[in-house]
């Protein structure tokens, strides 16, 4: 017997459609369906999902994008911080391979862009500092 806390009333939009009650176990195991995989590997300290916090929170530390002739690669953090010391093009390559060329400009205030990347490409000038937001 499954015993319940009541049911919860599901209305749909449609004009032809009843409303619908949903009813709950509260006495029902919850267990996950599968293991999250990163990598080909399950999802842990050590290997962590590639994602992007989307409620801010505050980073708690910062990894330095480093190489030489402009290209320049870290393992993917929560977002790309910077300071741009000469304008030109950032090509950012994500972890699935994917590139998105972004305009940067010089300046002194530090940017923050909300890119999980692994690697940096400056073009066209650019120059500056760029650390993984963790």
Same mark, same amino acid.
């Given at each position: 017997?499954?015993?319940?806390?009541?049911?919860?009333?599901?209305?749909?939009?449609?004009?032809?459609?009843?409303?619908?009650?949903?009813?709950?176990?509260?006495?029902?195991?919850?267990?996950?369906?599968?293991?999250?995989?990163?990598?080909?590997?399950?999802?842990?300290?050590?290997?962590?999902?590639?994602? !992007?916090? #989307?409620? @801010? &929170?505050?980073?708690?530390?910062?990894?330095?994008? /480093?190489?030489?002739?402009?290209?320049?690669? +870290? $393992?993917?953090?929560?977002?790309?911080?910077?300071?741009?010391?000469?304008?030109?093009?950032?090509?950012?390559?994500?972890?699935?391979?994917?590139?998105?060329?972004?305009? !940067?400009? #010089?300046? @002194? &205030?530090?940017?923050?862009?909300?890119?999980?990347? /692994?690697?940096?490409?400056?073009?066209?000038? +650019? $120059?500056?500092?760029?650390?993984?937001?963790?």
């Amino acid at each position: 017997m499954v015993d319940t806390v009541g049911t919860i009333p599901l209305i749909n939009g449609a004009s032809t459609v009843f409303q619908q009650n949903v009813t709950f176990d509260i006495n029902a195991n919850a267990t996950p369906q599968s293991v999250p995989r990163t990598n080909g590997a399950p999802v842990s300290v050590t290997n962590p999902l590639n994602v !992007i916090d #989307s409620n @801010s &929170a505050a980073y708690q530390g910062v990894v330095l994008f /480093t190489g030489s002739s402009g290209v320049l690669t +870290a $393992a993917a953090q929560r977002g790309v911080i910077f300071i741009c010391t000469a304008s030109g093009t950032a090509t950012m390559t994500f972890p699935d391979g994917s590139t998105l060329p972004v305009p !940067i400009q #010089s300046g @002194s &205030a530090i940017q923050n862009l909300p890119y999980s990347v /692994t690697q940096i490409v400056l073009s066209n000038g +650019a $120059a500056g500092t760029f650390w993984g937001g963790k």
